[in-house]
């Protein structure tokens, strides 16, 4: 699935798909969009610098296929 992904866009190094951070209860985290309990977010970052993309509240996006996404949107220094 990593090859989905562009590089990072500050450093070019490769991406990973793979982070994830789970809950076991979290009643003042809310998805905005259904008001559902942050249980699970996930992010993708670089492996050799270690940016990663995520929501400041959540720290992640409700599905693996959205933190790739939005991974793959982002504008930085390396192209």
């Known amino acids: 699935m990593s090859s989905d ?5 500050f450093c070019g190094g ?4 793979d982070g994830v951070t789970r809950r076991s209860s979290s009643p003042d985290c ?3 969009d259904d008001n559902t309990e942050c249980l699970e977010a996930f ?8 940016t990663k ?16 996404a939005h991974w ?6 390396a192209q």
Do not use: M, Y
């Open 14 to 17: 490769e991406a990973s798909p």
């Open 43 to 50: 992010f993708c970052n670089c492996i050799q610098c270690g």
């Open 5 to 9: 992904l562009k590089p990072c866009p």
């Open 53 to 68: 993309n995520g929501s400041s509240i959540a720290g992640g996006f409700k599905t693996r296929e959205q933190a790739i």
């Open 72 to 77: 793959n949107t982002r504008v930085g220094g």
């Open 30 to 32: 809310r998805w905005a």
